[in-house]
């Protein structure tokens, strides 16, 4: 159990326009859902939180109206890069979390986000 | 600033070894500790975790150790397998952060045969 997916697992997009990232728990209804960026041997870092139903919560220095962020329900949440830019491009993935084990995140497979 | 240390960046291990990686944190409030496997192009995957009441977890050829005073903890992989190349994360979190994870720097095993 606890298996999350992630979908396009690739996706390469013209400067200037927006791309949708969805993110699933496929056999579990996810508590909280987490976005991360990950850059070519580097470590994972956390763009935002979110809980079903509510504004997603956005760490420091991450651009909220650039990387929208919609919990629609407990299985779905997605991720929206509006206006794409070169510097952009990077490995996005998600997590999710349940009860009564809130601590442990489940990872996606991960998203290629190229934009030309 | 970065509040999960992990060392060393890269470490290269002959089949049946042991393989160590240490990861130290200055947060105190800390209160779970999960090590993460990541082969290249996916995503990370939960490996082994612990709580700062226990010093020490096994599972299978896993093994954590955890220094509450030295605010230190450590992954062990007994008998390491070409397999088992890949990066690994240490990462902390706190409850009461909506269980935010902070991870280490990670660190690039490679088990030659």
């Known amino acids: 159990g606890a298996v999350v997916s992630q979908h396009p697992s690739r996706v390469i997009c013209k400067s200037g326009t927006s791309v949708k990232i969805e993110c699933r728990s496929l056999?579990?209804?996810?508590?909280?859902m987490f976005w991360y960026r990950q850059f070519p041997k580097q470590s994972l870092m956390l763009m935002a939180t979110?809980?079903?139903?509510?504004?997603?919560?956005?760490e420091q220095g991450v651009e909220k109206d650039k990387f929208l962020i919609n919990h629609a329900s407990l299985t779905l949440s997605t991720l929206t890069v509006t206006s794409a830019h070169p510097e952009d491009s990077s490995f996005y993935i998600c997590?999710?979390?349940?009860?009564?084990?809130?601590?442990?995140?489940?990872f996606g497979p991960g998203t290629r986000l190229t934009v030309t | 600033q970065q509040q999960v240390k992990q060392s060393p960046q890269s470490l290269i291990v002959q089949k049946g070894g042991i393989s160590i990686i240490n990861c130290a944190y200055e947060?105190?409030?800390?209160?779970?500790f999960p090590w993460y496997q990541q082969f290249p192009g996916k995503g990370p995957a939960l490996l082994i975790a612990?709580?700062?009441?226990?010093s020490e977890k096994k599972e299978g050829r896993f093994t954590i150790s955890f220094n509450k005073s030295a605010k230190q903890f450590s992954l062990h992989i007994m008998d390491s397998q070409p397999g088992d190349s890949a990066t690994y994360f240490c990462?902390?979190?706190?409850?009461?952060?909506?269980?935010?994870?902070?991870f280490g720097k990670g660190t690039l095993l490679t088990v030659n045969p």
């Open positions: 947060n105190t409030a800390f209160d779970y």
């Open positions: 056999d579990f209804q996810a508590t909280t």
């Open positions: 612990i709580r700062p009441d226990v």
């Open positions: 979110s809980n079903e139903g509510s504004k997603a919560t956005y």
């Open positions: 990462a902390a979190t706190i409850g009461s952060s909506n269980y935010k994870l902070t």
């Open positions: 997590s999710a979390s349940r009860m009564p084990r809130p601590y442990e995140q489940y």
